[in-house]
């Protein structure tokens, strides 16, 4: 008998602390499409609003609604878009001209893309110490936890929605 993802992902959130953490909010307005290089560390994605794409390297997309919440356990290489076939922009040069302050200072806020209809992505960069770093490689490059699927998940993004929506920007 295999546990399902989110069974996995409580477990390991229940003992993981990260060393360090940047939160980040999106208003991505399609058609947009942005691409990830990579980050140390693992990413949490939560969106509100139309549902977007992610791809993990080359990997198919794997389309997200309202609610649902990507884990990145390592960072991976990533796409993120409002629809197929969009040639992305690199994320890089939209974080650094929003960032206020060293890295992780201050969340970091910004708007991106056309006129169409509007996603509001919450993002959470986390840090590991030294004795948990092997423990991410042990799981799947994605794990998304549906909403739908997950009645909890929408505790979890309240909460990441939260924690982005009430600090000082």
């Known amino acids: 008998m295999h546990a399902r993802p989110s069974d996995l992902l409580s477990r390991l959130l229940t003992h993981w602390r990260a060393d360090r953490a940047v939160t980040a909010r999106f208003s991505l307005s399609a058609p947009w499409a942005l691409r990830s290089a990579g980050v140390e560390g693992a990413l949490i994605r939560m969106c509100a609003g139309a549902p977007y794409l992610l791809a993990v390297k080359d990997q198919a997309p794997e389309r997200l609604e309202a609610g649902?919440?990507?884990m990145l356990p390592h960072g991976d290489p990533h796409t993120i878009?409002?629809?197929p076939d969009l040639p992305p922009q690199p994320f890089?040069?939209?974080i650094a001209a929003h960032q206020v302050g060293a890295h992780g200072d201050q969340p970091i806020v910004f708007a991106h893309g056309g006129n169409g209809p509007a996603t509001e992505m919450?993002?959470?960069h986390l840090w590991?110490?030294?004795s948990l770093r092997a423990l991410p490689h042990a799981?799947?490059?994605l794990i998304v936890i549906r909403r739908s699927e997950t009645?909890?998940?929408a505790a979890l993004a309240t909460a990441m929605e939260s924690l982005l929506t009430s600090s000082p920007v």
């Open 68 to 70: 649902d919440i990507a």
């Open 92 to 94: 890089q040069p939209l």
């Open 81 to 83: 878009s409002s629809g």
């Open 128 to 130: 590991l110490p030294d």
């Open 139 to 141: 799981l799947p490059a």
């Open 151 to 153: 009645p909890m998940t």
């Open 122 to 124: 919450f993002s959470l």
